[in-house]
């Protein structure tokens, strides 16, 4: 079955980084867009990044636009979030999945995983 499966999470201070990685299963990944979405407390889940089935193209929620960094590898069925400059506003549960095509419209395949929890704060 499919298992999207999240970590690399943590507490961290405002204005540094995180690496957040996806172990993606049970599906032909590299048919897939991915994206990363986060939810944080008594807020509605929110797209954060997509990227294309080769990694070619990448799109970011305006929020975090120029900070955060989306990629993939498809040899391994990986995805990855690279976080800088992590705001208190970041603070979110992050989840990784995919769709079908490269579109911030278009919803997500599968059911969500655990996620992993993200905390900025000082």
């Known amino acids: 079955q499919v298992q999207l499966v999240e970590f690399g999470g943590g507490l961290v201070q405002p204005g540094g980084s995180l690496r957040l990685s996806c172990a993606a299963s049970?599906?032909?990944?590299?048919?897939?867009?991915m994206n990363w979405y986060r939810q944080a407390p008594g807020k509605e889940r929110e797209l954060v990044a997509l990227?294309?089935?080769?990694?070619?193209?990448?799109d970011y929620g305006d929020s975090v636009k120029g900070r955060f960094t989306m990629s993939r590898d498809n040899g391994k069925n990986m995805v990855y979030l690279q976080m800088n400059s992590l705001k208190s506003e970041d603070t979110a549960v992050y989840y990784c999945?995919?769709?079908?095509?490269?579109?911030?419209?278009?919803?997500?395949?599968?059911?969500w995983g655990q996620g992993t929890q993200v905390t900025v704060s000082a």
């Open positions: 999945n995919a769709q079908s095509v490269f579109s911030k419209t278009t919803a997500p395949r599968w059911s």
């Open positions: 049970g599906f032909t990944f590299s048919n897939y867009v």
């Open positions: 990227i294309t089935q080769l990694g070619s193209m990448t």
